[in-house]
């Protein structure tokens, strides 16, 4: 979603409290049967139009299991971490709070968010494997229902891949032939760029790759940001900058958009929400481009990356956990909820059942050349990589902003930027009190 992928997370985010616990055992409900009597909740969230979405509950199945459930807009990204956080230590959080996927850890690892394992019934057969890996954080417990997903796919001028006789790349060398085939074609048109100023971007092609960042084992984390995986995500892009056949200039940014709006660039490594951003950034080329699958690292696979994306997750300040995972649960899984998510709040849903349904039978009109869009998005969505977040999220995504900035800049050594970032997230995790081994 573009509203997703914009947001940075900064270093004024409060730093998680628990020292050495990685994922403590944090609270659950006493019971996993649902509260008897009237209900009153409250939900934090930034979505827009969540508020008509949780009015379809609080007429519905709200009101039929007298479970009320009050919306109260917020800031989106690390502004609402921070406010949970302080919340949660003067004990009057919410009930229920929308998460990005990458802050889940560091909720987690204050005890902030629930185990809502045995509250929300059968919702574990509704999504992907790779998208529920992300609200499990590889273990038994369950802290939150999946929302929204950002599969990464490859978007491309159809018209002017024809025109240079371009074939669209299955595959990383075959998008780097591209690339330099396009430069001897016309010098002055580039495939697309590299922006140093999307780690998110970054840690999508890192996660296809199968790089995991974060990982725990009993009390100690494992951080890997500089694994092998990663360090070829990041030669491999370094070097295209640095020969010149690629761009290195930032994305969304009134040169990106006019690259894209008269043919500059001719294709953009992004996610499924792309449409959305593309209706303002290259308006006069609606129905020229076209979506594929991400190129892969080996011809043999089929994986691709996440951008971007957010859940449903109960508190551990809530007195009425099993209402609010029921809630959760509805939000996500229900199939009026997810259609009303998707035309207020223009989301794209995790739940497999809802992406080829609803509002997902016609393509985004942006792309009505495309009829099969969301068909193909859907296939694309059920390949998303397992993920490996930890709870100093922000740190890592500012180094990258600075160390690969400088880098994308000079076109100098990415894999020397990748052991700045790897330095930098260990450093302040040892400084938090983490145990941190390699």
Known sequence: ?????????????????????????????????????????????????????????????????????????????????????????????????????????????????????????????????????????????????PQDIGPMMFYYRADLFKKYGLTVPTTWDEFAGTARALKKKAPDVDLTTFSANDSGLFAGLAQQAGAKWWTTSGDKWKVAIDDAATQKVARFWGGLVKEGAIDNQPMYTPAWNKALDTGKQIAWVSA????????????????????????????????????????????????????????????????????????????????????TSGAFTSPPEYFSNQADFYTEAAKIAKTTAPSAWGPNVNVAYTSFNDAFGAAAKNKSDFVTALRTMQDATVADMKKQGFEVSR
């Open 272 to 355: 499924v929400w792309a449409p959305g951003t593309l209706t303002t950034a290259a308006p006069d080329t609606k129905g020229k481009w076209a979506m594929a699958p991400l190129p892969q690292w080996s011809a043999s696979e089929n994986v691709t990356g996440s951008w971007g994306g957010s859940s449903t997750a109960v508190t551990t300040d809530s007195k009425h956990q099993a209402a609010a995972a029921e809630f959760a649960a509805w939000l996500n899984t229900d199939g009026d909820a997810l259609n009303a998510l998707a035309k207020e709040s223009g989301i794209y849903p995790a739940a497999t059942n809802a992406q």
């Open 1 to 145: 979603m573009p509203h997703t992928k914009r947001r940075r997370l900064v270093t004024t985010v409060v730093a998680v409290s628990l020292g050495a616990t990685a994922l403590a055992a944090c609270g659950s409900s006493d019971d996993s049967k649902a509260d008897s009597g009237p209900v009153n909740l409250t939900f934090w969230s930034w979505a827009p139009g969540m508020d008509k979405v949780v009015d379809l509950w609080n007429r519905g199945q709200g009101k039929k299991d007298q479970i009320t459930v009050t919306f109260k807009k917020q800031a989106s990204g690390d502004t609402l971490v921070t406010k949970i956080l302080t919340a949660h230590k003067a004990k009057s959080g919410p009930d229920l709070v929308q998460a990005e996927y990458q802050a889940l850890p560091t909720l987690v690892s204050n005890g902030a968010v629930a185990d809502i394992a045995k509250e929300i019934g059968d919702a574990r057969s509704d999504f992907a494997d790779g998208v529920w890996q992300q609200v499990t954080l590889g273990t038994d417990a369950v802290y939150a229902v």
